[in-house]
């Protein structure tokens, strides 16, 4: 399994060819406070790298939803449009957001990606 996370504070992590799965990381969601509501992608749709997939909303404020690489959503998590919170109590496990089929096309887009110790870098410089 391959995580790879956005400047944006989505992660996403490669377990297969048929998927992968996209959430927001610990720092966004400690950001943003209690997750009070989000707003999915609809299945079947097709999304660009960088273009806004949905929305979170928190007791602080709402944030957009960045899909960090190009693909079609092929399932939404259920689980957490029902209880949001599952982004602040897991949001690297149950609290996931969407998962998107990745042409091998577009594989190289995550190159732009960071893997965890950049990652971990660039939220202690911001």
């Known amino acids: 399994m391959t995580v790879h996370y956005s400047k944006d504070h989505e992660w996403i992590e490669i377990a297969d060819h048929e998927a992968a799965t996209v959430g927001i990381t610990v ?6 406070g209690d997750v009070v509501f989000v707003d999915l992608p609809e299945v ?17 404020a709402a944030a957009d939803l960045y899909s960090p690489v190009s693909g079609e959503v092929v399932e939404v998590n259920e689980a957490l449009r029902a209880d ?12 996931w957001f969407f998962k998107l089929h990745i042409k091998d096309t577009d594989m190289a887009e995550f190159d732009q990606l960071m893997d965890e110790p950049e990652y971990t870098k660039f939220t202690a410089a911001n």
């Open 44 to 60: 079947g749709r097709k999304l660009k790298q960088g273009e806004v997939a949905g929305v979170v909303e928190s007791v602080k």
């Open 27 to 32: 720092h966004a969601q400690d950001a943003l």
């Open 84 to 95: 949001p919170s599952l982004a602040n109590t897991d949001p690297l496990g149950s609290g």
